[in-house]
């Protein structure tokens, strides 16, 4: 479980997350979403501490991220697998290196135990032969699940998603989805996934926390998000003349 | 004034990350070899190139203005030697590395920064600026005075040819020349300058690609500030070395 304690962070005079805080389950899905600019990037890169927060405090498992020194987030970061908005693959290296990374950084593991572990989670991902391929011979679905594959190499024990499905298609989206929420459920870990995407709300948010202007303005979880009275939480639902139609 | 300091005191708290223990010994060996060969072997040509023709050039000048008959003629080789492994070689050529590996370092850094793969590394647990930026100086450290060595024989050799071609100064007197008061302390000098400058080059390279932030502009902006400052403190850090090695 993570606990994000009061979090509070600036960049120059912008206020950008304003005293939030929410938990994020074991086992579940957890959904951070909310308009672009809203903070939720920043809230998510607060977490693992890419960002420090001015005040409030990040736990795991009851183990103070915050006050951790560098040698300790570290060592407490080999727990954490992390798929980026772009995939942030490793240009220089085959997928086969890419996923095999965090394996040759951390463990001593034979090569063939290694080349086994790194086949393993590629077909976790459903994608096969592709080993030798370089990242820039793949398609952005492809890409991201390179990246799901590489950030669960180590079997972390919290995985984060920023913007899984950005600039991927509405099928393709679905697959994404579907394979966090099945490995979440599968290795029981605690998954926090920053979206705006309103099919993936619906469809994998086990919990949900809505971010507005920088503030926590609603939590709550896929069954009860189409039924809440928040006005700024129903214009962001209902934003799209799809969701609009679909209400009508 | 003051971004100066601030830009100072970052580069320091960088190279504090930078100087660890690498993760694993085996992979840190890896990448030292590939950087021998992307940030030195593959600057061969260059050099060689600039080398050649500079040595040429030196030595049509030197002849060119000998018009007194009291000067001889092996004065040619003199001046090409010293001026070649001097200054011409350490310095003008780490000038030269400074362009063509700094933009490197730093463009390369400097996307993996904005395309978010140096957070990845950081999520993995991995010291970004020790993994990335530690094989890079040592290997610029290495394998630099190599090329710097490779430099002088060729500007020497590039005298001898645009001489022998010209028919303005015999092999000889050249070689009589190139062997007057030879001292091999100005060998240990030139390659003590090399070694500083790269270590100047790469680090400051790396230090500008790993600060970069946003998108490709800010990578070319970071590739521009890496070569001018490291060819800025190169020019500063030849003064006080041959200050302090020559006198």
Redesign the interface.
């Known amino acids: 479980m993570i606990e994000a304690r009061n979090i509070d962070k600036t960049f120059g005079e912008h206020h950008v997350l304003k005293n939030v805080s929410c938990n994020f389950d074991k086992g579940k899905t957890n959904l951070i979403i909310g308009q672009s600019g809203s903070g939720k990037t920043v809230l998510m890169k607060c977490l693992?501490?890419?960002f420090e927060v001015d005040q409030g405090t990040v736990m795991y498992n009851n183990r103070n991220f915050t006050r951790m020194n560098f040698e300790q987030?570290?060592?407490?970061?080999?727990e954490?697998?992390?798929l980026?908005?772009?995939g942030?693959?490793?240009?220089s290296m085959n997928v086969e290196q890419n996923v095999m990374?965090?394996l040759?950084?951390?463990t001593n593991q034979l090569l063939e135990e290694k080349r086994e572990r790194v086949n393993f989670v590629l077909n976790r991902v459903n994608l096969e032969n592709v080993n030798r391929l370089m990242p820039s011979e793949l398609s952005g679905g492809m890409r991201k699940r390179v990246a799901i594959a590489r950030a669960i190499a180590?079997n972390p024990q919290y995985l984060?998603c920023d913007e899984p499905n950005s600039g991927l298609d509405p099928q393709t989206s679905g697959v994404i989805d579907h394979l966090i929420q099945e490995i979440t459920l599968e290795y029981n870990i605690t998954t926090i996934v920053n979206t705006h995407d309103m099919n993936s709300v619906l469809s994998i948010g086990d919990s949900v926390a809505f971010i507005y202007k920088g503030e926590l303005w609603w939590q709550g979880d896929k069954e009860t998000i189409l039924d809440t009275e928040n006005p700024e939480l129903n214009e962001f639902v209902f934003g799209t003349e799809l969701t609009s139609r679909l209400k009508k | 004034m003051l971004k100066v300091f601030t830009s100072i005191g970052n580069y320091v708290m960088l190279m504090r990350r930078v100087f660890t223990h690498p993760q694993k010994r085996g992979i840190f060996w890896d990448q030292m070899l590939t950087e021998v060969n992307n940030l030195g072997l593959e600057s061969l040509g260059i050099v060689a190139f600039i080398s050649m023709f500079m040595g040429a050039v030196v030595a049509i000048q030197t002849a060119y203005n000998i018009d007194s008959p009291l000067i001889p003629m092996s004065m040619v080789g003199f001046t090409v030697r010293q001026s070649v492994i001097l200054e011409f070689s350490p310095t003008v050529i780490s000038l030269i590395l400074a362009g063509k590996v700094g933009s490197r370092i730093a463009s390369e850094i400097g996307t993996m920064r904005v395309t978010e793969q140096i957070d990845a590394l950081e999520i993995m647990g991995v010291n970004s600026a020790n993994y990335l930026i530690f094989p890079k100086i040592i290997a610029s450290m290495l394998i630099n005075p190599v090329l710097i060595v490779f430099s002088m024989w060729l500007g020497i050799l590039g005298g001898w040819g645009a001489m022998t071609a010209t028919g303005l100064v015999s092999t000889n007197d050249y070689v009589q020349g190139l062997r007057i008061d030879f001292e091999g302390y100005t060998i240990f000098y030139a390659l003590t300058k090399t070694v500083f400058f790269a270590f100047i080059i790469a680090s400051v390279s790396g230090f500008y690609g790993y600060i970069t932030r946003g998108g490709a502009l800010e990578v070319g902006q970071a590739s521009t500030k890496a070569v001018v400052f490291s060819s800025v403190i190169i020019i500063l850090f030849n003064l006080v070395l041959t200050q302090l090695l020559l006198t």
């Open positions: 693992v501490g890419l987030r570290k060592t407490l970061r080999r954490i697998g992390m980026f908005q772009g942030a693959l490793f240009d990374f965090p040759n950084m951390f180590m984060f």
